[in-house]
């Protein structure tokens, strides 16, 4: 089965960091994109960024909301997905979701873990 | 950025009505596109992908159609279960992004 965790979500001070991560299981972690999506209390969903597996070279895509601020990474040995968030914001505040593929074009390779808490106040 | 317009932003409808949701991209973007659906205090649900395509599991009742800028989202006969919110998103250019929601309401 297919299972994705976050972790890491609370409560950080304008200007703070926080690093989310994401454990993968029941499937192949190293062959796929993956994604974090967020959402605002009462918003909507909006793409946070993505990196590539490892035969594309690990490479990431932003929103330009988040860029220079929030990074993505991975470590494939341990199948798991990172978000380090640094300057945050009180607009970072939202509900992080993890994402195998959100663009995939298959049937179920598509999945969204339960989602992790961020708020962002002082 | 790819704009991704939904229309409308809410509606009410009844059990058993057909329902059509639109989202327009500011620009082409084939058939790069999904449709979710997202209960509240829920992890939302993909329903559609490559713009015609049914997930695994979901419905036939839910149909996608569209290329290019123009894409409808349709539910042929409304169940109770259907009342949620839903998403349209591209993936064709980055940044990938979502439409801004329509709110599917009982009548």
């Known amino acids: 089965e297919v299972q994705l965790v976050e972790s890491g979500g609370g409560l950080v001070q304008p200007g703070g960091s926080l690093r989310l991560s994401c454990a993968a299981s029941g499937f192949m972690f190293s062959d796929y994109y993956m994604d974090w999506v967020r959402q605002a209390p009462g918003k909507g969903l909006e793409w946070v960024g993505r990196i590539r597996n490892k035969v594309n070279s690990y490479t990431t895509e932003y929103a330009a909301s988040v860029k220079g601020r929030l990074t993505i990474s991975r470590d494939d040995s341990k199948n798991s997905l990172y978000l380090q968030m640094n300057s945050l914001k009180t607009e970072d505040t939202a509900v992080y979701y993890c994402?195998?593929?959100?663009?995939?074009?298959?049937?179920?390779?598509?999945?969204w873990g339960q989602g992790t808490p961020v708020t962002v106040s002082s | 950025d790819i704009q991704m317009t939904q229309s409308p932003s809410a509606m009410s409808a009844s059990v058993g009505d057909r329902v059509t949701i639109t989202c327009r991209a500011s620009q082409g973007i084939s058939d790069y596109l999904a449709w979710f659906q997202q209960k509240p205090g829920k992890v939302p649900k993909r329903l559609i992908y490559a713009a015609s395509s049914l997930q695994s599991g979901v419905p036939s009742r839910f149909s996608g159609s569209g290329s290019g800028t123009e894409f409808t989202l349709t539910i042929s006969s409304l169940q109770p279960e259907d009342f949620a919110t839903y998403y349209c998103?591209?993936?064709?250019?980055?940044?990938?992004?979502f439409g801004q929601g329509t709110r599917l309401e009982i009548k």
């Open positions: 994402v195998r593929d959100i663009s995939c074009r298959g049937s179920s390779c598509e999945h």
């Open positions: 998103l591209q993936h064709n250019i980055y940044p990938i992004t």
